[in-house]
């Protein structure tokens, strides 16, 4: 079976347009966890001068996405939210840190806090439920 490293960089992110155009870079990977990062960008603005909720909700999901995958079966979300509790602007760096709150051979459930840096100030809170295939990585 693959690691969780081959899985995400190799594999996933790899082929993952998406992520790569938010500039996501992978800090740290271990099977259930994940710790993403990246820099809010100009296109990333909405009308109010501040950071899209997509964008953040995009973090996220790819944190859930790579920490959910990293056991090395195919997983997929069923269900996610995101509580946004603090506005970011244009050049701050967020970070996207996995808890696994529950794993079963069908079924996961994780916590994803996105905090901005160096301040570590919490700007939204993310809950993803993921279904597990059988299908290996």
């Known amino acids: 079976m693959k690691s969780p490293e081959e899985i995400v960089n190799l594999l996933m992110m790899k082929n993952d347009a998406f992520s790569q155009w938010l500039g996501i870079q992978v800090l740290e990977i271990r099977k259930g966890y994940c710790k993403l990062q990246m820099q809010v960008r100009k296109e990333m603005l909405n009308g109010f001068y501040i950071a899209h909720g997509g964008i953040t909700y995009s973090l996220a999901d790819s944190a859930l996405a790579f920490a959910s995958n990293s056991y090395g079966y195919k997983a997929v979300s069923v269900e996610t939210s995101i ?55």
């Open 83 to 137: 509580s946004h509790t603090e506005s970011i602007k244009e050049g701050d760096v967020i970070r996207a840190e996995t808890e696994e709150l529950h794993r079963s051979n069908k079924i996961a459930v994780y916590l994803i806090k996105i905090y901005s840096m160096p301040d570590k100030r919490t700007v939204a809170i993310f809950k993803g439920t993921v279904y597990i295939s059988s299908q290996e990585w």
